[in-house]
């Protein structure tokens, strides 16, 4: 037998390995939530199971399914969906800068560039650790997504109404403590305030998805008025700043 490299075993012992073993397991137990809600909603396991092989973006995927489930049209699904996931792609802008290589590498980073592993990357204090980090967060979060969206999509046909054990309610609640630490700052606090008004009174009046739609101008008000919140990647390391 070889003896591993000290680069490996220095990889091996690195925080973010573990780091990022632990987030994607927590993370799974969402995804164990969206397949048993997904099934409640009409779709087939492995339509389930599909979706979170080849969209892989837990609050979009959410979103879809939730829509369909109170009777709105795919095309109010797919836009939700879209509108959520589009903040991916200004995690990208972020994430190229240390995620290089072949094509395939590139795409490959480019489907696991998620809440997670983008927070992972950015956090770490020594930038010939982002990369590796990264993909440390994006690997362990897609195993760990994909296996509990089987199980939960297997255990849902068994289960019944997802309400009964208030799973319904475990990803909104999630998705509102991830929204917290943006509450602290003035545009975060009045994109959230005018998006829940908008939303709000759009609800009586329009089909399931829509008010998601619409609750995106908060983010536009919150731009114009009170301009862009604080750089995240600065927060954590302050001596980049100029």
């Given amino acids: 037998m070889t003896r591993p490299s000290d680069a490996n075993l220095n990889h091996l012992r690195s925080g973010y390995v573990r780091d990022g073993i632990v987030i994607g397991a927590a993370t799974g137990l969402f995804g164990a939530g969206f397949g048993v809600l997904s099934v409640a909603s009409g779709l087939s396991v492995a339509q389930t199971c599909v979706m979170s092989l080849l969209v892989f973006t837990g609050a979009s995927q959410y979103a879809a399914v939730g829509v369909l489930g109170a009777g709105g049209s795919p095309i109010s699904a797919a836009g939700s969906a879209l509108l959520l996931a589009a903040r991916n792609g200004l995690y990208g802008m972020t994430v190229s800068q240390f995620v290089r290589g072949s094509l395939p590498k590139r795409v490959l980073g480019a489907h696991l560039t998620i809440d997670e592993s983008t927070a992972l990357a950015v956090g770490q204090t020594k930038p010939q650790d982002r990369e590796p980090a990264f993909w440390a967060g994006g690997l362990s979060v897609f ?86 919140p604080p750089d995240p990647e600065e927060a954590v390391n302050p001596e980049t700043r100029s």
């Fill in 143 to 228: 195993f760990f997504w994909n296996l509990s969206t089987l199980l939960g999509a297997v255990g849902g046909n068994a289960m019944g109404d997802p309400a009964t054990f208030g799973l319904d309610g475990a990803f909104p609640a999630g998705f509102i403590a991830l929204m917290a630490p943006g509450l602290k700052h003035r545009p975060g606090l009045l994109a959230a305030t005018v998006g829940a008004v908008v939303a709000a009174v759009a609800i009586p009046f329009t089909e399931p998805g829509l008010p998601i739609l619409l609750a995106a101008s908060g983010a536009v008000v919150a731009l114009l008025v009170a301009g862009p």
